[in-house]
């Protein structure tokens, strides 16, 4: 079985603050994925990458970086966290184009 | 246009009825589709593939309409633990695109 695993399930952390969310993939995936989901709005893809070092902008890249040094984990980072980015964040990975993905069990970040 | 629209529903079932919703896609050069379930406040999970020529696994049928531009997903002798919300998934190569969901309820 495919195992995404990241790093916290609730978070809680300031205005300003710099935050950090980790995701590891155990089944040597080349596509990993973040997005957050929000009541209404539905999943929204923030960052995705192809393969390690490689990173592409999704549809709402403001305000967010992305790291993949290594293959099997790719890194959100929130540089300067505000209340508007107090959400659900999935992490996913697939093995290729036109292949499922797999979540991972989300992280509810609130941003006080 | 949403490039993939589902019935948000809610559709409220009793036990042992069929439920059937769709999800249509805007682009025509889509390649694969899937459909997942995310109970509340949880991660979405596959449920299964959907294949031109239509597939089943168990009790959950999935076809696709290429003309139309529209997969389904029909659930026969609902169990309470279907209850859920069901996710479409419409991928081009890189791109994929998530319907906002249709929920399910399946009461005794």
């Known amino acids: 079985d495919v195992k995404v695993t990241q790093s916290s399930r609730y978070l809680v952390k300031r205005t300003g603050e710099k935050v950090f969310l980790e995701c590891v993939q155990d089944m040597d995936h080349e596509n990993m994925f973040w997005y957050r989901q929000d009541p209404g709005l539905g999943l929204r893809l923030i960052y995705f990458?192809?393969?390690?070092?490689?990173?592409e902008k999704g549809d709402i890249p403001e305000g967010y970086s992305v790291s993949r040094e290594k293959k099997e984990r790719f890194s959100l980072i929130l540089e300067s966290a505000s209340t508007n980015q107090t959400s659900m964040y999935l992490c996913a990975s697939r093995r290729g184009a036109n292949q499922p993905q797999h979540f991972g069990d989300g992280t509810r970040l609130s941003i006080l | 246009r949403k490039e993939v629209e589902q019935d948000p529903g809610p559709f409220n079932v009793p036990e042992g009825a069929t439920v059937a919703f769709n999800c249509t896609y805007s682009n025509s050069a889509s390649q694969s589709f899937f459909w997942y379930r995310q109970d509340c406040r949880k991660e979405p999970k596959l449920l299964m593939s959907v294949y031109s020529s239509g597939n089943e696994d168990g009790r959950f049928t999935a076809q696709l309409n290429r003309a139309s531009q529209y997969i389904s997903l029909l659930i026969r002798d609902s169990k309470l633990s279907d209850s859920a919300t069901y996710l479409c998934v419409v991928n081009d190569d890189y791109k994929l695109s998530f319907g906002a969901g249709t929920t399910v309820t399946v009461r005794a």
């Open positions: 990458s192809y393969d390690v070092k490689m990173k």
